[in-house]
Structure formats: C-alpha cells, structure tokens
C-alpha cells in the first residue's frame, strides 16, 4: 500500500519525517512525498530519499495513495484526484464544522479525523492534539516574552531590582500546563484558572498559584474536557479574572470547550484595566478567543495592550512538531497495519470506532 504526504502551503510542518518513514517501510508500506514537502520543516528531499521514500509531484501522490496523511482538510480538486478506496488521514474538527467532513463524504473516500480519537490510556501515543498543544502553550509564552517590554525574571542589578511578571494562564489543559511550566522556568509568578476541578493538583505541582471560581460544572462524562458554565458562574468568573488579570503582565489563553465557541474571560473593560506594554497570547483565537478583542491570526493592540491571536503556534516550530506529529501517526498506522502492510478497518476497535469519520462516502459522524 501506498502512503503519500503532500507539500501544504499554509503551514510549515509536514506530516511525515524521514525517521517515521524509515518506519512505515519496516511496515511494509510505500511512501510517497511530494517534492520540497518538508523543506520548511527543515527535512531535505534527500533525507526522506534515504529513508526509502519515493519524491515525486503532488498529482502522482495523489492519485496513487491508498492512504494520504496531511495536517489540514484537503480543498475539492485534491479530494477528487484521490482514488475512491483511499483513506485520508487528517483533522477535520466534525464537532465544531461539519463542512470539511461532508465534502470527504461527498467525495466518496474514506477518512479519519485525528482529533476524534478517544483521550484514553491505549490512544495516548497517538494524541496529536496533545502533541500540538504542548508546544502552543511552549511557543504562546515565548511570543509573549519577546513583546513584552519589560524582564520575566526578577533581577538584582546594579541600577536596582526588577519584579519578576505576573503570568495568568486561563485553562490548565495541555497547553496551559506547558505555559506555566514555560513561564516559571522563565523566573515568572504564575497564576492559573481551569473549570475542572483536576486541573488544581497539576497547577499547583508545577508551582503556579491556582484561582479558583466556587461552584463550576465538571462533568466526568465529557471524556475529560470542560463543559459550558452557567451564566451566573461566568459572571462570577470574568470577575475574577478581571482582578487578576488587570494585575498581570502576560495573560495566556488556552480555554477551549469542545464544538463550541471559546468561553469568553477576558473582556474590553479587563483588557483596558491592564498596564500598558502587557500581553495576550490567545491560542483558543481560532474557535472565538478568550479575549473579546482578539482577532484571528493577528496581532493587535488595544490602549497599548498587545493582543497575539494565534493558534497555530505549532506551525512555528515545525521541526519538532513535524517529528512528533509522525510519531503520534506511526502509533496510529502500526495498530490497524496486519503482516502484509495493509490497513485493516477494525471497527471493533475503539479508537477507529470513534476517528473514522466517513467510510467509502457514507458519514459515520454523529454529533
Ligand atoms: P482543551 O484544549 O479542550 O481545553 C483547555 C482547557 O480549558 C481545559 O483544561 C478546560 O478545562 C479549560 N476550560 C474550558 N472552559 C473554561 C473556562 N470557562 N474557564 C477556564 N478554563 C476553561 O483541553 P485539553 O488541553 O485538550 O485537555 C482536556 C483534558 O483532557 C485534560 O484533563 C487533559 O489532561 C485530558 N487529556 C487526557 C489525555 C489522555 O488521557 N490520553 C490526553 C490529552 C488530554
């Protein structure tokens, strides 16, 4: 069988590296690449050429692929090149827009959608929503450090001492976790807030302050994620947030609630009670933001507070995202892969239960 990975412009990772292609040939399995694919990934050609694969031009990967990987949905004239038993490995995000999903179906391919895999113990080698994570809240502070006007360490100088910054963190999921832990290595005080109760332990391990919201929904059902608050509690919440942030130097917000708009925590008025010269890093930008003010892929400033809306950070460091991603894949692949190299449709099993998304055009996604 033939796996083919694709040159994606808007993003600078790539989903195979040559270490994970070595791999999937010891699987039995024939790589294709598209040519320059992982340049900015820094994986030359000629390394992924040594590690067994074959480089060609994107419409060969294409039409040749039994199973395409990419980071991003594919647009129609690239869904339509595929053969119709080919399986296309990505993320398509079925809970927050159906769009992407229902163009695979109506292509008539096969698909399995990343960020459908269940978050158990068996999936977790193969989490590239955690993978991507950690580095978004590694990479959200680093953003915030380099606009910010002032140190994250406290110094002892001979003009005097700095106070280290004051670092809020809002959702303690994966990414939150790795901004405190950023943060604090960086000398920084670190605050952090999380809905779900569990979240308090791992805050306080890493040596970050946790503010707490009495009273919060936390369903143990949801799988692990959070659930939508009352609107009394966000009340209570924003509050909260608003006295701590406005004593902040850097607020970093990763609070998402799955298939709904980011909760909102940060509002005008709490972003114009900060001093001026701080920072947001909103990661959750892409599904609403947890600023009011943040916009989408862009970095704005309000009343001299500097808003990042970005999340994609992943994409900034490519590298290691590019490695980890294939990784996370290789897990994926080995599990449904028998001794001939051929992937089988085990829907016995959990994990394909839950991620394939479409079969042969018919949608298997139900919300
Ligand atoms: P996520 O990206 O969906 O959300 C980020 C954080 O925002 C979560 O911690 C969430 O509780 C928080 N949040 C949501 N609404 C909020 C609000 N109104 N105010 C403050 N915070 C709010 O979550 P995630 O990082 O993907 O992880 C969610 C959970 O899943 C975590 O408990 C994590 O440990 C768990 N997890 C388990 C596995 C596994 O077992 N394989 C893998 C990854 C994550």
Redesign the pocket.
């Known amino acids: 069988m033939f796996i083919g990975v694709i040159h994606e412009p808007q993003d600078a990772r790539v989903a195979l590296v040559p270490e994970v292609v070595k791999q999937l040939i010891s699987l039995k399995y024939n790589v294709l690449i598209e040519e320059d694919a992982g340049r900015r990934a820094y994986f030359s050609d000629e390394e992924y050429q040594n590690a067994g694969a074959k480089i060609t031009n994107q419409d060969e990967v294409l039409q040749q692929a039994d199973i395409l990987i990419t980071l991003h949905p594919l647009n129609n004239t690239q869904l339509y090149s595929l053969k119709k038993s080919a399986l296309l490995i990505t993320l398509l995000q079925p809970y927050f827009d159906i769009h992407a999903t229902e163009l695979v179906a109506k292509a008539g391919i096969s698909a399995v959608s990343l960020d459908m895999i269940p ?3 068996l ?2 080698s193969m ?1 590239v ?2 993978s991507m ?1 950690s580095i978004a809240g590694y990479k959200a502070v680093l953003t915030a450090a380099q606009y910010l006007p002032r140190y994250f360490p406290m110094l002892t100088t001979a003009a005097g001492s700095i106070p280290p910054a004051k670092v809020l963190v ?8 790795q901004a405190i832990a950023t943060a604090k290595r960086l000398g920084a005080k670190v605050e952090a ?4 109760a ?2 308090r332990d ?1 805050v306080q391990s890493l040596g970050a302050k946790f503010v707490e919201v009495e009273g919060a929904r936390d369903d143990k059902s949801a ?4 659930v ?2 009352t609107e009394e509690y ?1 009340k209570r ?1 924003r509050q909260l947030i608003h006295q701590h942030a406005s004593k902040s130097d850097v607020v970093i917000c ?5 298939g709904k708009r ?2 909102i ?1 940060l509002t005008q008025e709490t972003v114009e009670a900060m001093k001026p010269g701080s920072v947001i890093v909103d990661i959750a930008a892409s599904t609403g933001g947890n600023c009011e003010l943040t916009e989408n892929n862009a970095v704005i400033t309000h009343r001299s507070v500097t808003i990042v809306g970005n999340s994609n950070l992943a994409s900034e460091m490519p590298q290691h995202a590019s490695q980890l991603f294939a990784r996370n894949l290789f897990n994926f692949l080995k599990m449904f892969t028998d001794k001939e190299g051929n992937f089988v449709y085990d829907l016995n099993n959990e994990i394909l239960k839950s991620s394939l998304v479409v079969r042969s055009g018919e949608m298997l996604y139900k919300k």
């Open positions: 978050r158990t113990t999936a977790q989490d929503l955690s994570a809002l959702g303690a999921g994966v990414a939150g976790l807030f999380d809905t779900r569990a979240s791992e799988g692990g994620y959070a939508e608050q966000q919440q990763t609070a998402q609630i799955r980011a909760p925590l």
